[in-house]
């Protein structure tokens, strides 16, 4: 069992940047996959990045490419994605998940922070 919780979100205005985070604790293993995700009010969830837990290059999706960072910190089994020059599309509850490699679903979710952004 895995679980995450993320941090960081807030009320900011247009242009601005945030950092969030999502500690994981339990059985994190080195192949394990992790996923952001957003969700907007009345909207499908949005994929974001993927990243695996200890190795190799994120994948972002289009929509954030150029904007969104992620780094991690092994030692906390903490990520940190950062959303700069932020748009009031970005407004949405993000969610950090987990998966294994070979596993097609995420079964392991944080609660969600909510990101606000005004213009």
């Known amino acids: 069992q895995v679980q995450l919780v993320e941090s960081g979100g807030g009320s900011v205005q247009a242009g601005a940047s945030l950092r969030l985070s999502c500690a994981a604790s339990g059985r994190i293993f080195s192949n394990y996959v992790m996923g952001w995700f957003r969700q907007a009010t009345g909207k499908e969830r949005e994929f974001v990045v993927i990243?695996?837990?200890?190795?190799?290059?994120?994948l972002y999706a289009d929509s954030v490419t150029g904007r969104f960072t992620i780094s991690r910190n092994n030692a906390k089994n903490t990520v940190y994605p950062e959303i700069h020059s932020l748009k009031p599309e970005d407004t949405a509850v993000y969610y950090c998940?987990?998966?294994?490699?070979?596993?097609?679903?995420?079964?392991?979710w944080g609660q969600g922070t909510q990101v606000t952004v005004s213009s």
């Open positions: 998940a987990a998966r294994s490699t070979t596993a097609t679903e995420y079964p392991n």
């Open positions: 990243l695996t837990w200890t190795s190799g290059n994120p």
